[in-house]
């Protein structure tokens, strides 16, 4: 009987997309024949997940939690938006949020992490195998203070704090946690609704940034006129860039004739006490996923001419 390695686990994981549980049972199973392997999974039913892996999951949920001072936000996606309703992926969801909550949104550590016999990553590809869909858990993050408050929210909502936006806002100040909760779902809305860029102009992206600039400078120039002219055109438009994409200097969706800096230490003045906001987190369902497009009529009319 061959020896059962790590590696040759690992390559049976890799072919099969089974737990990695199973393929050391299939490989003892076996005694260590790659092949006969791989057929005792196909027998028990557990390399259905190989099979689904090359299809597109950009439907799912985005799931956010936060309490004690730190917040979670995950995205565990599927093939169809059927799938973010039924109970067993919903479940499987809340289980890896808050897996992610304790490994701080280390994506690879809540993978690996092990809740009874088997890791996340190896509940996820029994999933699969049960729902039939290609399941993935994309990404998470995490936010934490060591005084005030990180608020959660979720937009889009199909079942408690799992939907198709989700939102972390960390807010430091020495007031009470409950007292900043307002302040923080407010600010998590409108970030779910304006989607920024950065949270000060500081934070801005530099190659965003250079890009802007040479856009702004060169439809100055257009106009023909003067060079101190320009100049001020130049910075008049760059402080309207930023107050597009930057999260404090933004209009303040709850009320437009603030930015939202000023809504926060108007906020801070009837706390009295400081609040800085300090970090936010915004995922958007399937943001970046290149989506399969899908010519329904083509693959009918494909197999009416077989």
Known sequence: MAEITASLVKELREKTGAGMLDCKKALTEAAGDMENAIDWLRKKGLSAAAKKAGRTASQGLVAATAKDGKGVVIEVNSETDFVARNDDFQAFVDEAMQVALEENGDIEAVKNHKVGDKNISEKLTDLVAKIGE????????????????????????????????????????????????????????????????????????????????????????ASGKPEAII?????????KFYEEVVLLEQAFVMDPDKKVKDAVADFAKELGSDVKVTGFVRFGLGEGIEKEETDFAAEVAAQLNK
């Open 134 to 221: 290609n399941l993935s858990l994309r990404r998470s993050a995490a936010l934490k203070v060591n005084k005030g408050a990180v608020v959660s929210y979720v937009h889009g909502s199909v079942a408690p704090g799992k939907g198709k936006i989700g939102v972390l806002v960390a807010l430091e100040s020495d007031a009470p946690a409950d007292k900043l909760e307002t302040l923080g779902k407010q600010i998590a809305m409108h970030v779910a609704a304006t989607n920024p860029m950065s949270l000060d102009i500081s934070g801005v992206d530099a190659h965003e940034l250079e890009r802007e600039k040479s856009i702004i400078s060169e439809q100055a120039k």
């Open 231 to 239: 100049e001020k055109m130049v910075e008049g438009r760059l402080r």
